[in-house]
Antibody
């Protein structure tokens, strides 16, 4: 079964751009049948959905982050990526990637382990 | 956006207890609700989707019910491995999560 793994710098300076990658591996790779999501969680707090991308490049972003976020996909590398610009300390969080079938009565069935990103000078 | 409010935010329970967690949506979401379990330092794990469909491998002591604006997660007999934080999530529009319910040992 597919596994997801986030990667990227653990430390980003304020006002700079956060860049993360999620790589799929295992029995199958990034599939046309799934959406791929980014979710974050500040320490001791709840989960916040950031956005999602379909393998054809179609995206949807959280309204609260839309102005600072972009996502892309590279099927040849089995990767999808998140960029968030103009970061502040409020963007410090664990960032997860997760898979979704696209059906509203399904949940996010496979998650990466998460990667901690700290925004600090 | 659709807001989800979980209650309680924290509950203290003993092994063997029946535990009920409620999730209320700010508008009707049909059955487009999922429940997750999260343990410290780990990613959330999908327990239930479509308000009541138990995921493969999830123990049958977990059950979900509800529709539109009110949903419930029940753990029929709490086990030591169930002490965790539980989140509901709606997928009717862009996804949002409840604030979480931490289940702690009494």
């Amino acid at each position: 079964q597919v596994q997801l793994q986030e990667s990227g710098p653990g430390l980003v300076k304020p006002s700079e751009t956060l860049s993360l990658t999620c790589t799929a591996s295992g029995d199958s790779f990034i599939s046309d049948n799934y959406f791929y999501n980014w979710i974050r969680q500040p320490a001791g707090k709840g989960l916040e959905w950031i956005g999602r991308i379909y393998p054809n490049g179609r995206t949807m972003y959280s309204p609260s982050l839309r102005s600072r976020v972009s996502m892309s996909v590279d099927m040849s590398k089995n990767q999808f990526s998140l960029k968030m610009n103009s970061v502040t300390a409020a963007d410090t969080a664990v960032y997860f990637c997760a898979r979704w079938s696209g059906y509203s009565d399904d949940g996010f069935d496979i998650w990466g382990q998460g990667t901690m990103v700290t925004v600090s000078s | 956006d659709i807001q989800l409010t979980q209650s309680p935010s924290f509950l203290s329970a003993s092994v063997g207890d029946r535990v009920t967690i409620t999730c209320r949506a700010s508008q009707g979401i049909t059955n487009y609700l999922a429940w997750y379990q999260q343990k410290p330092g780990k990613a959330p794990k999908l327990l239930i989707s479509g308000a009541s469909t138990l995921q493969s491998g999830v123990p049958s002591r977990f059950s979900g019910s509800g529709s539109e604006t009110e949903f419930t997660l029940i753990i029929s007999s709490l086990q030591p491995e169930d002490f965790a934080t539980y989140y509901c999530q709606q997928l009717d529009s862009y996804p949002t999560f409840g604030q979480g319910t931490k289940v702690d040992i009494k």
